[in-house]
């Protein structure tokens, strides 16, 4: 008899057990899918409000040969604003200096000790695939040649993202339809010819945000590194067990006195 009474005792406590475990994953997703969210806009649309502000005092700026880097800013501040195009006309975000917590729960953040935007080698970014604005969540979507497109407060730096492909004649014919020649045979074939455009990696392959990704070491010496872009967010969605990772090439500069690039009027 008392053995009849502890089997239904038993499966009671378990089925409390998991009803109670169900409860909290549903209350971890809700925090995760909508609360963080939430906070997380209030801090981009502060960080966006703060960088219109600045820039609207700063005086106008003609069309430049080369790209001006912005100054590197302190940790938490935001200093240019990336665009994605490819992923929706509201895939814009103020990007804020540094990859701590609280600085990605504004947007995506610039690996402090990495090149600015513009400046030879690598401006590597960070960014959540989901939860605190999810900014990066899409990044699986981008493909060879796709625009991305950074804002400063004086020109647009526009981005292409590089062949994913290791074949040499497919990374040449890919590569020449959005990049310079010369660029393009250090694409195809040349020092960059390892850099994919996409790919998954592990969290510890911090080679990916080196000057020349791949390859840990000192920038380049001037006039022999490109201008690249690094995207960096978690793989597989809800996971941090790996990094999916974007590499780009700066394609263009034009002055925001000559109004907005093609890559965000196409």
């Known amino acids: 008899m008392s053995a009849g009474h502890t089997r239904p005792g038993a499966a009671r406590i378990a089925g409390e057990l998991l009803l109670t ?15 963080t969210n939430l906070a997380a806009g209030r801090l981009q649309a502060e960080a966006t409000a703060g960088l219109e502000e600045r820039w609207s005092d700063a005086p106008a700026v003609a069309a430049a040969a080369e790209p001006v ?61 989901n939860g605190s604005g999810a900014v990066f969540e899409h990044l699986d979507r ?41 660029q393009v045979e250090r694409v195809a074939a040349g020092d960059y010819s390892h850099v994919a455009g996409r790919h998954i990696t592990t ?19 001037a006039g022999e590194a490109e201008r690249l872009l690094t995207l960096t967010t978690c793989h597989p969605m809800y996971s941090a067990a790996e990094r999916l990772i974007v590499h780009a090439m700066l394609a263009e500069t034009t002055a925001k006195t000559d109004g907005r690039p093609a890559a965000l009027e196409d």
Do not use: K, S
């Not at 497109?149 to 062949?163: D, G, I, N, S």
């Not at 969290?203 to 010496?221: D, L, S, T």
């Open 69 to 129: 880097p912005p100054a590197a800013p302190p940790m938490g501040a935001p200093f240019a604003r990336i665009h994605l195009p490819t992923l929706g006309e509201d895939a814009d975000y103020a990007v804020v200096e540094g990859t701590r917590t609280e600085d990605l729960r504004t947007g995506p953040g610039h690996y402090p000790g990495t090149q600015m935007p513009g400046e030879p080698g690598n401006a590597a970014l960070a960014g959540h695939r």
């Open 203 to 221: 969290p510890r392959a911090v080679e990916v945000i080196a000057p020349v990704p791949g390859q840990p070491g000192p920038a380049p010496a």
């Open 142 to 182: 981008l493909e060879a040649c796709d625009a991305i497109v950074v804002e400063t407060a004086t020109q647009w730096m526009t981005y292409r993202v590089l062949p994913t492909g290791a074949d040499e004649p497919e990374r040449r014919a890919t590569a020449a339809a959005c990049l310079a020649p010369p």
């Open 21 to 35: 475990v169900g409860a909290i994953l549903l209350l971890y997703v809700f925090y995760e899918a909508f609360w």
